[in-house]
């Protein structure tokens, strides 16, 4: 069986409401090609949502990560209260959190993308010509797809593990792993769309001969 043919397989088997078909069409080998064209749309998509409706090119991974940390704080606050003052404790108290912990890093990580705020050598990149600046920041921007592609193809084969073996939350009944993994490759098609938007904007900064490198501040726009 083909690449190709193992990539488009994936498509019916994500509606065929059969997580045992869809598991292993993610394990084939086709996964990486279908992901690799849905972090590419996903980037573009996420892109032009960001370009058209700019309340959520500010605020929509930062809105997400708040409310993540707000609800981790109220169920370790809660908990404390609950083990101290009246002899109880709900199991999903140590549990929960960590996965919500990880929603609130990677959507988190996708908005520190836009702000620039990783390792970028600005010091150094600063002192070349525009062209070998524009070459660093067009490799950084491949790496960067070629890491959001990792972790959508590895996330989400994940995800289909854990749906495909039922997997509840340790400590709660009703609450599956998976609708906290499923946010994995979701922040990672934004990220996708933070590295396509800035690529965009390095790219005409340097076609209109304005400064292509700025300095990136941790915790502010640029």
Sequence with gaps: MSLISEALAIIPAVFADNPFGMR???DADGMWLFCFVLTIVAGIFAHLLYKFIPFLERHLERGISVAAYIVIAGIICWGVIDRFVF???WA????VPPFLFM???WF???YNVKLRTHLSFSEFRTKMPPAGQMFTLTLDA???LGFCWIAITTSLRFTALSIANFQLVDGVDDVMKWWFYI???IAFGLMSGRVIGNWL???NNYRSGDQIIKQAVIGGDV
Excluded: I
């Design 103 to 105: 929603v609130m890093a």
């Design 24 to 26: 292993s069409a993610f």
């Design 201 to 203: 904007e390095d790219w």
């Design 92 to 95: 999903g108290s140590t549990t």
């Design 87 to 89: 002899s109880s404790q």
């Design 108 to 110: 988190a990580c996708s």
């Design 183 to 185: 946010t994995v490759p």
């Design 142 to 144: 491949a790496l960067w």
